[in-house]
């Protein structure tokens, strides 16, 4: 499944969709239900084809330009 939109709802709910072109699921919709705001927190990687490497990032933006290089280990 690979991550379609990230989002909040009209109600202030943050949610994740997810989809698949195969399998039984097609699609997959996470909505967080807290008691207080949430805060979304990225952790993902990028390979750059040339290089033939990954480079990890982690924050608060979705964007290697503004959040941090750094080794991704798992959600905490």
Do not use: C, N
């Not at 008691?35 to 290697?64: C, F, N």
């Amino acid at each position: 499944m690979a991550v379609t939109d990230v989002g909040v709802t009209d109600q202030g709910k943050p949610y994740i969709v997810l989809r698949s072109h195969r399998g039984i699921v097609r699609e997959l919709i996470i909505t967080v239900q807290a008691t207080q705001p949430a805060e979304w927190l990225y952790g993902y990687m990028i390979r750059d084809h040339d290089l033939k490497t990954m480079v990890s990032y982690r924050g608060p933006h979705g964007d290697p330009e503004l959040d941090e290089r750094t080794d991704l280990v798992g959600f905490e």
